[in-house]
């Protein structure tokens, strides 16, 4: 019914940038906030930055200043610039979506996931 699909990941160095993206497809009525979440080994899924339809931002301290949150024009769209990179952010990035589908009430959906390794 809903699909998110993440793209972008990769392995990057130290200090370099990486651009994430996720669209949002489906029966999907609206979109109340869209979002970033990691997962790194050994750890638990926690919260990277989050986007609501009126376009307030929320960001993990350990990001603020290097990631930044955006939406496309198209509301399912939503990415995720990520710059001065480091290795503590790798981990495996979700896509997550706040929307209420054309036949049911509000919820959250989760995309895979995509890989992003930041070594040297």
């Known amino acids: 019914q809903v699909q998110l699909v993440e793209s972008g990941g990769g392995l990057v160095q130290p200090g370099g940038s990486l651009r994430l993206s996720c669209v949002a497809s489906?029966?999907?009525?609206?979109?109340?906030?869209m979002g970033w979440y990691r997962q790194a080994p050994g750890k638990q899924r926690e919260l990277v930055a989050t986007?609501?339809?009126?376009?307030?931002?929320n960001y993990a301290d350990s990001v603020k200043g290097r990631f930044i949150i955006s939406r496309g024009d198209a509301k399912s769209t939503v990415y995720l610039q990520m710059n001065s990179l480091k290795p503590e952010d790798t981990a495996v990035y979700y896509c997550?979506?706040?929307?209420?589908?054309?036949?049911?009430?509000?919820?959250?959906?989760w995309g895979q996931g995509t890989q992003v390794t930041v070594s040297s």
């Open positions: 489906g029966s999907i009525f609206s979109i109340n906030a």
């Open positions: 986007i609501t339809s009126g376009g307030s931002t």
């Open positions: 997550n979506a706040d929307l209420r589908t054309v036949i049911s009430g509000r919820r959250t959906y």
